[in-house]
């Protein structure tokens, strides 16, 4: 079975901070793929970024990128320059394939940009 | 582009009745298709998924059920409704296997 853990409930930084949110990860599959999505308060799930299990290099997305330790099996997210409107639920999600293509996600971290 | 429509938003339904829900897909031709289900304060359970018309997958044992029966028309289902299937249920759909999935907007579900 595939696990996801994000340890942090709810995160508060101030404006044009940068914020990293973590992520661990259990999947014996050795090809795999990492998402972060983004929930706002229209409950709208919004992909933000995605990881390749097999790339090294992490992805990044304008101000959004990732730190992936496939080793440690950490998919951390870096904000930077945060804005109001990053202000959601985000949650991370592994999709490592086998009979199912469903995504399995984790419990999110709410987090709140202060002005 | 592709757009993802799935209905109705919001809908209370007492306990023991019937539930259809829809999720249509535009603009793409033989999409994945899935069922996710979040409940108050969680993450997304995915409940079913599809590749191809009449092709459903169920990860979930419940009292739920889908159907595909057009290539871009996803339905979730139920006989009989039971307290704990309130909830957010979002539908989604990729390109392919291990593909990015995008989300519909979501439909809440209250039983009373």
């Known amino acids: 079975a595939q696990t996801v853990t994000q340890s942090q409930p709810e995160m508060s930084v101030q404006e044009a901070e940068t914020v990293t949110l973590s992520c661990t990860y259990d999947t014996s599959e050795n090809n795999y793929y990492l998402f972060w999505y983004k929930q706002p308060p229209s409950r709208q799930m919004i992909l933000v970024i995605r990881?390749?299990?097999?790339?090294?290099q992490n992805a990044t997305e304008n101000r959004f990128s990732v730190n992936f330790q496939k080793a440690a099996k950490s998919f951390s997210l870096k904000i930077s320059d945060s804005q109001l409107g990053d202000t959601a639920m985000y949650f991370c999600?592994?999709?490592?394939?086998?009979?199912?293509?469903?995504?399995?996600f984790g419990k999110g971290t709410h987090l709140i940009i202060q002005p | 582009s592709q757009t993802i429509h799935q209905w109705p938003a919001t809908l209370v339904q007492p306990v023991g009745s019937p539930l259809s829900l829809e999720c249509t897909v535009e603009?793409?031709?033989?999409?994945?298709l899935y069922w996710y289900r979040q409940a108050a304060g969680r993450g997304l359970q995915l409940l079913f998924y599809s590749v191809g018309i009449g092709q459903i997958s169920s990860e979930v044992p419940q009292n739920l059920s889908a159907s595909r029966p057009q290539d871009r028309q996803f339905i979730l289902s139920s006989k009989k409704l039971l307290l704990s299937d309130s909830g957010f249920y979002l539908c989604?759909?990729?390109?392919?296997?291990?593909?990015?999935?995008?989300f519909g907007d979501g439909t809440r579900l209250s039983i009373l």
């Open positions: 989604a759909w990729s390109e392919a296997y291990r593909r990015p999935q995008h």
């Open positions: 999600a592994l999709n490592s394939g086998g009979g199912a293509d469903g995504l399995t």
């Open positions: 603009g793409t031709s033989n999409p994945n």
């Open positions: 990881q390749e299990a097999y790339k090294q």
